[in-house]
């Protein structure tokens, strides 16, 4: 049953030294009519002790609503209850180590109520506390995409610079589950699977120019899991199965303009995950062989598709012509590639 209008979700695991300001930045927006949906996974590090203080204490703390895990089920599950168990009419997800501006849901929800949107975009603020790099901000053009395709037109024709992750977006609760969209069980890359399916589905969609969100890239977070000693070989081929999953969505879509992009962007993917093996291969353990990494390689469509495809074609047919050379030339190519792209 619908209570309010919006609901921020917050997966909240392992953010002890984050979780106040994060939620303090929530609890702080000008926006009123906000359900504050927590889902607790299990992380044991007082996380939650710090939301059931600010139920208690804050002024807004009677719209906090708590979901507790039966065990660690990771962020795709978390997001999946949020979605199921939402009470508001919207959707904004809201990761427990991030921080978002006061008028960040007021200017997502206008844009969506002028519009009939089904999701709105607002840009952000990357921090990066891993490699300490400056700070980058990745902001959008003032866009309104309201007819069938032109958000998947957009965002796989300018992948580099829209972002995957889910945060920072407003969604229309009944579209996302009339759409059945679900997170996959995933350790990683879960966001990309969740926006590639999203986006060939949504008619009418907004970005927005204004920085509302500000996204912490911390040390021994999943999204940074590169960033130890030593790796497992589980972990590489889950991201390459996760990317696996898109890539057999690429036949149904073959007719779609933006199926060219839509494939190459998946391959380079594929590529950027042999280039991180090949560059950490003494790190991996127990190693990936080379006819593993080839297999990472290999292009979804039939020769014969790639010549109808309307964006990217050559680069479809290089990339498909790699993943079909015989493993001792394969290897090669791909290093001299790596080079030239200067990631290896």
């Known amino acids: 049953m619908t209570r309010y209008e919006v609901t921020i979700g917050i997966p909240v695991y392992r953010a002890a030294g984050y979780i106040e300001a994060t939620m303090q930045s929530a609890l702080s927006q000008t926006y009123a009519d906000i359900e504050f949906l927590i889902v607790d996974d299990c992380g044991g590090d007082g996380s939650m002790d710090v939301v059931e203080r600010l139920q208690r204490e804050h002024p807004r703390g009677g719209d906090i609503r708590i979901l507790r895990n039966s065990e660690n089920l990771g962020v795709g599950k978390s997001r999946n209850r949020l979605i199921d168990e939402a009470q508001g009419c919207y959707l904004y997800f809201l990761d427990s180590d991030d921080i978002i501006e006061p008028d960040t849901i007021e200017l997502l929800y206008n844009a969506m109520i002028t519009n009939g949107a089904e999701v709105v975009y607002a840009s952000y603020e990357k921090i990066d506390n891993v490699k300490f790099t400056p700070k980058q901000t990745f902001q959008y053009p003032s866009l309104c995409l309201l007819q069938e395709d032109e958000l998947a037109d957009y965002a796989f024709h300018n992948y580099g610079s829209f972002q995957i992750s889910v945060c920072n977006c407003l969604y229309w609760l009944e579209f996302l589950r009339h759409s059945n969209l679900r997170f996959l069980d995933a350790m990683f890359w879960e966001d990309m699977a969740f926006t590639y399916d999203m986006v060939t589905l949504v008619r009418k969609a907004v970005l927005l120019p204004h920085i509302t969100y500000h996204y912490l890239c911390r040390p ?4 940074n899991y590169q960033d130890r000693d030593e790796l497992h070989r589980e972990e590489i081929l889950k991201n390459a199965s996760t990317v696996d999953y898109l890539k057999w969505k690429c036949y149904r879509l073959r007719d ?13 993917n594929s590529f950027y995950i042999v280039c991180h093996v090949l560059k950490h291969r003494q790190r991996i353990l127990p190693p990936i062989l080379n006819r593993e990494l080839r297999q990472i390689m290999r292009h979804p469509m039939l020769f014969r598709n790639l010549m109808s495809l309307k964006r990217k074609r050559l680069q479809n047919i290089m990339l498909w012509l790699i993943a079909h050379l ?7 190519v791909v290093k001299m590639m790596g080079r030239v792209k200067k990631v290896l």
Request: aromatic share 20%; proline share 8%; charged share 10%.
């Open 256 to 268: 779609k303009s933006y199926a060219g992009d839509f494939c190459y962007n998946l391959q380079m």
């Open 326 to 332: 015989p493993t001792l030339f394969f290897m090669p």
């Open 220 to 223: 021994h977070s999943l999204s």
